[in-house]
């Protein structure tokens, strides 16, 4: 069932509605870009009124300012705006909350409008940020980590085609007035400043989407349409993809709609913990260690659990015959593309495919700690790979003494390590790995990786390594007769 929410008149012409704009200004250093915002938004021919939430007096003409944090921690601000929201539902007809250096236009509230009456009731038209590289390429800085294109979400919905992003958080969101009152009506709009699977910030400006009911959805068929300046351009130099290599994403999205590539996902890949820490990061970058310890003569190799596919597009360069289960099959079309063979399917699935192929290599990296059943998935492995075949399992070191130290006292989300149920995370030893792998297996290397340097490192080697490491690389052989 369609959305009534923009049935009114005034909801569909811009210059009859009323539009509140609240936007979150933490300190001095984004006030050029606050003056900016403000300024796009005083040129709209929208009745229009913004609220500034600041932990300081600003000295911005014709602008309120309401000063003071919610509590003590100075990242609760951006949760300032909600009971003013609902302090003002009868009064407007659509909000907006935004961080301080969001290039807001007209357009964009343009496409929330002409959108917004083909979406089902429970879902919201979302945005995404976009950065500018000094080449002047566009990137995507939400794109990053575990965060992805969900296959089974794409829609058609009226002339738009639509698909879900797991990751929520832009800055910026829009409701219609309908769309709040549903948010408060939930009781999950009006809560305290909290973090979760987001930061606090990140909370307070997705809690419409991740708390109320509802779901965000972005307009992948006019994508540019849903993109927002995030002026500073913080994000380049770190992480993003760029808008060419996302444009590719959404076009298998499109296939996938038209019935011509398959939805499938391998296995979940988001703990549970706060911030979704220690999930599956969906770019992994190859590093050296790990492709030096996959032999240069291993023709056939096995990728269970691959992402965008950095290493598998290393190792067919270097000539190996790769097979890959990646974590969906969105991802999975781009290593596909660059000559990677793709099996798609669930892990049981995938496994049935492989039926009794042998591999000369079997690659598990920084997987076996979120999967439901580590153990069986490391036995399905075992049995692919060729005698004299190798396996190579990167993962989390929890034997790290900060990990270990944290657990014991029960330190704030580290609780939750104690099961499996409530983390999200098998937390499990390099030993207990070693003597499973080892059953079957001859074990050549254990590699430290990722290690802060400590008083130890010259006293007890061996303790300073698997105490102050952050992950590990293990490399063994099948030297079974």
């Known amino acids: ?75 609760s601000l951006p949760f300032g705006h909600k009971q003013f929201f609902a302090d003002n539902l009868d009064r407007y007809d659509f909000f907006i909350y935004s961080e301080d250096d969001m290039h807001v236009t007209e357009d964009h509230i343009q496409a929330f409008l002409k959108v917004t009456p083909h979406l089902e009731e429970d879902e919201i038209a979302g945005f995404l940020r976009y950065e500018i590289r000094p080449s002047g390429e566009w990137s995507l800085p939400e794109v990053h980590g575990a965060f ?30 309908a769309q709040l009152r549903q948010c408060i009506a939930s009781g999950g709009f009006l809560r305290g400043p909290c973090e979760g699977r987001y930061g606090m910030p990140e909370t307070a400006a997705t809690d419409p989407y991740a708390n109320c009911g509802f779901r965000k959805v972005i307009g992948i068929s006019h994508l540019e349409d849903f993109l927002i300046h995030h002026m500073p351009n913080r994000y380049v130099s770190q992480f993003g993809l760029s808008l060419d290599l996302v444009k590719q994403q959404i076009s298998v999205l499109e296939k996938i709609l038209n019935g011509s590539h398959p939805a499938t996902v391998l296995c979940p890949t988001e703990s549970k913990l706060d911030h979704a820490k220690w999930s599956k990061n969906y770019y992994e970058k190859p590093s050296i260690e790990l492709l030096d310890t996959i032999p240069l003569s291993s023709e056939r190799v096995l990728s269970i659990g691959c992402g965008s596919g950095g290493v598998e597009i290393q190792l067919a360069h270097r000539g190996s015959r790769v097979t890959a289960l990646p974590l969906d099959s969105v991802v999975g079309a781009e290593i596909a593309a660059a000559g990677v063979n793709v099996i798609y399917g669930s892990l049981d699935e995938c496994f049935q495919q492989l039926g009794d192929q042998k591999f000369d290599c079997i690659l598990v990296s920084n997987l076996l700690h979120i999967l439901t059943d580590p153990d069986r998935t490391l036995e399905a492995a075992l049995r692919l790979i060729e005698r004299d075949g190798i396996l190579v399992l990167q993962g989390i070191n929890f034997d790290n003494l900060s990990i270990l130290m944290k657990r014991i006292l029960g330190k704030g989300d580290f609780k939750k390590l104690r099961a499996f149920e409530e983390s999200g995370i098998h937390v499990n030893s390099v030993r207990r790995i070693q003597s499973l792998v080892g059953e079957k297996l001859k074990i050549r290397k254990l590699l430290w990786l990722d290690r802060i340097n400590t008083p130890f490192d010259g006293l007890i080697p061996r303790f300073s390594k698997r105490f102050f490491s952050q992950r590990w690389l293990l490399q063994a052989e099948n030297v079974r007769a």
């Open 1 to 75: 069932m369609h959305s009534p929410i923009m049935s009114s008149e005034n909801s569909r012409d811009p210059a009859r509605f009323r539009l509140l704009v609240a936007i979150a200004s933490h300190g001095e250093k984004n006030l050029g870009y606050l003056r900016e915002v403000i300024a796009a938004y005083k040129k709209m021919p929208i009745e229009v009124d913004i609220v500034v939430f600041s932990n300081a007096p600003k000295d911005l003409p014709g602008i309120k300012v309401i000063v003071g944090l919610p509590s003590k921690n100075p990242w």
């Open 148 to 177: 992805h294109w969900k296959p089974h979400s794409v829609k058609n919905r009226g002339p738009y085609t639509v698909a879900e992003f797991s990751n929520e958080h832009a800055g910026f969101y829009m409701l219609a007035n």
